[in-house]
């Protein structure tokens, strides 16, 4: 029983969300998620998300490729969200490639960089819809 892991904030979800989720699912037998906290968004992002974190859980977590969500509060904690949830897989988009090529020393986890779906993103449809 192979366990994956992935992050992310997941805001106004759309198909890129989607495909990333289903492709990371597709590398293991178990799927968790950690959703970014609202504060982690903020430091990352510099705006706070337009779902609440519950709601971003909810609505990943509800989806038949996932199979358990957590909070992402720390970049930094990646090893240890790897340890705790015994995954032997870290799946994350190649806006990341490379970031988190340290956890494979400290976990022994592979890192996969996944490309990213062409032409969506969160940023990019709340431009759309305010223009
Ligand atoms: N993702 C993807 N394809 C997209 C958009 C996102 O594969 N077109 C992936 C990211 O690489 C990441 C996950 O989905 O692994 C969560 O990304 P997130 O930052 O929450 O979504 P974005 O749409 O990129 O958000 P924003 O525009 O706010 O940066």
């Given at each position: 029983?192979?366990?994956?892991?992935?992050?992310?904030?997941?805001?106004?979800?759309?198909?890129?969300?989607?495909?990333?989720?289903?492709?990371?699912?597709?590398?293991?037998?178990?799927?968790?998620?950690?959703?970014?906290?609202?504060?982690?968004?903020?430091?990352?992002?510099?705006?706070?998300?337009?779902y609440?974190?519950d709601e971003r859980s909810r609505i990943v977590g509800a989806?038949?490729?996932?199979?358990?969500v957590?909070?992402?509060?720390?970049?930094?904690?990646?090893?240890?969200?790897?340890?705790?949830?015994?995954?032997?897989?870290?799946?994350?988009?190649?806006?990341?490639?490379?970031?988190?090529?340290?956890?494979?020393?400290?976990?022994?986890?592979?890192?996969?960089?996944?490309?990213?779906?062409?032409?969506?993103?969160?940023?990019?449809?709340?431009?759309?819809?305010?223009?």
């Open positions: 029983m192979k366990t994956g892991i992935t992050f992310g904030t997941f805001d106004v979800f759309h198909y890129g969300h989607l495909r990333i989720l289903e492709r990371s699912r597709e590398l293991c037998d178990r799927l968790v998620v950690g959703i970014s906290s609202d504060e982690l968004n903020f430091s990352k992002k510099g705006r706070m998300p337009y609440s974190f989806l038949k490729c996932v199979d358990e957590f909070k992402e509060e720390s970049l930094e904690l990646k090893a240890e969200y790897i340890k705790r949830f015994k995954a032997d897989v870290l799946v994350m988009g190649d806006d990341w490639k490379g970031k988190f090529d340290w956890v494979i020393p400290l976990t022994g986890c592979a890192v996969f960089y996944l490309p990213r779906t062409p032409a969506i993103s969160t940023t990019a449809i709340v431009e759309k819809i305010r223009n």
